[in-house]
């Protein structure tokens, strides 16, 4: 009788021990998934390609065995505070580093339209840059109720500017500010515990076992559908074995809201707030799997090259936005954020925030209902010269 592809599930731990230690997947390792597409058993096979007198194949034995695996998930908040989302040890497998960052809340000492001056915290004031991508909430005084984005952040003067989620944003001294407790994924270069996983694939009755997995994520954030994550990755070739005791316990992981207007907030590319149909985003990680004499066979990333997406919008007057000078200006004076917010309740929101991307393509132009969009191409490069700062995928 042949598996029933609906009775699939996948478990998947973070490899906190080491690469390839068994970190014991558990039930509640569970994570709700649209698909996962499992290669296996693949590598290059050897040819001996013979003179043997007469025609016929020969053996060819399999190299460099490891399992290729395609996962794809929503894009949605843990639903619990201060809790990163379920799928975290995926994200953490693709070249991310987590940090877990308490609720912040101060008075401003001097506020204004769309900005606001942080608490003076003395010498533990943090450096420029630290808030970016954050969301910040007025919760008393003047602008009560303002939610928004911190677009930019001064820490020599304390100054964020902040991209507005709420029809408007103004602060003074009165206001009380909040930022709520958020997980923050961000890219590393170098790899050590944690930066793999352990996946256990049920399908059906078959366990298929993906030790010291490693992967490279892409998003897609499409208008009127729910935003998704895909990650492609490879580890280590267990033996499938009969399910025995495997089973799923599902918790934080909220369900998700689709990706419409009443949804998705404070959509922002290169300091203008365009009419979108959506986006997508691939970080566009290196990944290799590598069995070397006298060494563990690995999954490794190797690179970093290009993470970019294409962002489509309504083509707006060029007296309005001029974009076409953007993609022709070489010398990074047009360079500048992308941020959109998925989510407006707390704990179930996530934000994804790029602190400077550049137009890296031809733009392109389509029809949607009688209207010009234009489909733009980006890449999101390194912020600061220590680098390691081209994205940040918040969730709050």
């Known amino acids: 009788m042949g598996l029933l592809i609906r009775n699939s599930f996948l478990l998947a731990k973070t490899e906190t021990a080491g690469y390839g230690v068994d970190p014991t997947v ?53 639903g619990v505070a201060a809790t990163a989302p379920r799928f975290s ?93 958020l997980s923050l994924y961000q890219p590393i270069s170098t790899f050590g515990n944690s930066s793999s996983c352990t996946l256990v694939a049920v399908k059906d009755v078959n366990v298929h076992r993906i030790e010291g997995f490693r992967g490279s994520p892409a998003m897609a954030g499409p208008l009127n559908g729910y935003g998704t994550f895909t990650v492609t990755g490879v580890g280590r070739y267990v033996t499938p074995t009969a399910k025995s005791t495997e089973s799923f316990v599902y918790s934080n992981q909220a369900d998700p809201v689709p990706v419409t207007p009443r949804h998705t907030k404070a959509l922002r590319f290169q300091g203008f707030g365009p009419c979108s149909e959506g986006f997508t985003f691939d970080w566009g990680l290196s990944t290799v799997f590598r069995s070397l004499i006298g060494c563990d066979p690995s999954a490794r990333i190797t690179d970093r090259p290009n993470p970019s997406g294409t962002l489509t919008i309504e083509n707006p007057p060029v007296a309005t936005k001029n974009f076409f000078t953007a993609a022709a200006d070489n010398s990074g004076a047009s360079d500048g954020p992308f941020m959109v917010q998925q ?44 680098g390691n700062d081209e994205t940040r995928l918040i969730f709050f």
Request: glycine share 12%; with cysteine; proline share 6%.
């Open 26 to 78: 558990a039930s509640t390792d569970a994570l709700k998934i649209i698909s996962m597409e499992i290669n296996p058993l693949t590598g290059p096979r050897v040819d001996r390609a013979l003179l043997k007198g007469h025609m016929g194949a020969d053996r060819q034995p399999l190299t460099n065995e490891h399992v290729g695996v395609t996962i794809t998930f929503e894009w949605g908040g843990s």
């Open 89 to 181: 040890p995926l994200l953490l497998a693709c070249g991310m580093n987590l940090t877990s960052v308490a609720a912040i809340t101060g008075t401003p000492t001097a506020g204004g339209t769309n900005t606001l001056t942080l608490a003076d915290l003395g010498g533990s004031n943090p450096l420029s840059n630290a808030y970016l991508g954050f969301p910040v909430e007025i919760t008393a005084g003047l602008g009560a109720g303002s939610k928004g984005i911190i677009q930019t952040h001064d820490g020599a003067t304390r100054v964020v500017t902040v991209a507005p989620s709420t029809a408007t944003f103004i602060t003074d001294e009165t206001s009380i500010y909040r930022i709520a407790p």
């Open 343 to 386: 989510g407006t309740v707390e704990t179930q929101s996530s934000i994804f925030f790029c602190p400077k991307v550049a137009i890296s393509g031809d733009l392109s132009f389509s029809d949607s209902d009688g209207i010009d969009m234009l489909q733009i191409p980006f890449t999101a490069l390194p912020n600061a010269s220590a």
